[in-house]
Nanobody
Framework: QVQLVESGGGLVQPGGSLSLSCAAS????????IGWFRRAPGKVRGVVSYDTSRNGSVYLINSVKGRFTVSIDNAKNTVYLQMNTLQPEDTAVYYC???????????????????WGQGTQVTVSS
C-alpha cells in the first residue's frame, strides 16, 4: 500500500523549532520528488519547498529561506522538514507530497503530486 505518513507537528513558541517527518511506504522515496505544502488558516494550500532531482537543489519559498531545511534518510525512507525560528505566520497544516522524478516539470504545483500525507498541524503562538 502506497502511503505517506507525517508526524512532528505541534504547538511551539515564536522562535522555536519543529521537525516534521514524512515516512513513505509502498514506494522508494529516493525515486520521487518531494514537495512540502502548507495551508494557513483562511488561505489556500501553497508550496513551501520542492526538489526536482535527488542530487539537485531544494527550492524554498522566500519566507522560509534560511529557517527551513529539507533532508532525506534513505535508510528510513523518510523525508524531514526542519523548521527553525518559527513565526506565527508559519502556523498552518503542513503536508508532504511525492511525484516520480520526470513525472512533471511543475514540481511547485500541488496538482502535480500523486501521493499525499495526511497533514500535520503546526501552531506557532505564545
Amino acid at each position: 500500500q502506497v502511503q505517506l505518513v507525517e508526524s512532528g507537528g505541534g504547538l511551539v513558541q515564536p522562535g522555536g523549532s519543529l521537525s516534521l517527518s514524512c515516512a513513505a511506504s509502498g514506494f522508494t522515496l529516493d525515486d520521487y520528488a518531494i514537495g512540502w505544502f502548507r495551508r494557513a488558516p483562511g488561505k489556500v494550500r501553497g508550496v513551501v519547498s520542492y526538489d526536482t532531482s535527488r542530487n539537485g537543489s531544494v527550492y524554498l519559498i522566500n519566507s522560509v529561506k534560511g529557517r527551513f531545511t529539507v533532508s532525506i534518510d534513505n535508510a528510513k525512507n523518510t523525508v524531514y522538514l526542519q523548521m527553525n525560528t518559527l513565526q506565527p505566520e508559519d502556523t498552518a497544516v503542513y503536508y508532504c507530497a511525492a511525484v516520480p522524478y520526470g513525472g512533471t516539470t511543475y514540481y511547485w504545483s500541488q496538482y502535480e503530486y500523486d501521493y499525499w500525507g495526511q497533514g500535520t498541524q503546526v501552531t506557532v503562538s505564545s
